[in-house]
């Protein structure tokens, strides 16, 4: 009997999760859902599943990380982004970073599966929703992160990376809420970025996750 592939979710919402896993069991071996960039290389290790399906912002370690991790350790297990950031430069740098997929969870479901069996076949998978905008990417100069940001902001810059909420940074750094909106605004201004997903690629830039 041939053995069934077997797939680890990471993805720190809990509903998300439990609604992907209902998913893939009904195609695929779940071996293990788990929270953060950590216990996904902790499960890698202990289970080692054919195709992880992660979230690019997570807590304690980011998944674009995990990825990093699990490639110098040379991890075989095929790894498929399933986020929100539906940004061309930061999918460009996941697949650079030795991703196999990139599916935005919009159009998460039968698409996923797509993307997980795709890959098994030793191809890569990149939602149809972003082809045109990652082949542009491909022709524009780097950004060049020479903003100097002040301590707090890094502060912010570091929790908005890892996922957490507006709410969630304004407990842990004792600050009000607004003023944490206000810090994310200015560095989105001093960055010239308009998403939190740019903001997210600029941690991950300059080395800011994780650290």
Do not use: C, W
Request: net charge positive; charged share 25%; glycine share 6%.
């Amino acid at each position: 009997m041939k053995r069934r592939t077997r797939v680890l979710l990471a993805d720190d919402h809990a509903m998300v999760a439990e609604g992907l896993g209902t998913l893939v069991k009904d195609y695929f071996d779940l071996v293990g859902i788990v929270g953060n960039g950590n216990e996904l290389i902790e499960s890698a290790r202990k289970f080692r599943p054919d195709v992880i399906v992660a979230d690019i912002a997570m807590p304690v370690l980011s998944g674009m990380e995990a990825l990093r991790r699990l490639k110098a350790t040379r991890s075989e297990a095929k790894v498929i982004f399933l986020t929100m950031h539906a940004d061309a430069q930061l999918a460009t740098e996941a697949f650079r970073a030795g991703a196999s997929g990139y599916v935005l969870k919009q159009s998460a479901g039968e698409e996923l599966i797509a993307a997980i069996q795709e890959v098994l076949q030793g191809r890569t998978y990149l939602t149809p929703l972003m082809t045109k905008d990652v082949i542009a990417t491909l022709t524009k100069p780097a950004p060049q992160p020479a903003v100097k940001l002040t301590p707090r902001q890094r502060d912010v810059l570091r929790l908005i990376a890892e996922g957490r909420r507006m709410k969630e940074i304004a407990a842990t750094l004792e600050l009000s809420t607004r003023t944490v909106e206000t810090h994310k605004y200015e560095m989105m201004r001093a960055l010239g970025v308009e998403s939190t997903a740019e903001l997210v690629r600029y941690a991950m830039q300059i080395g800011l996750v994780d650290r």
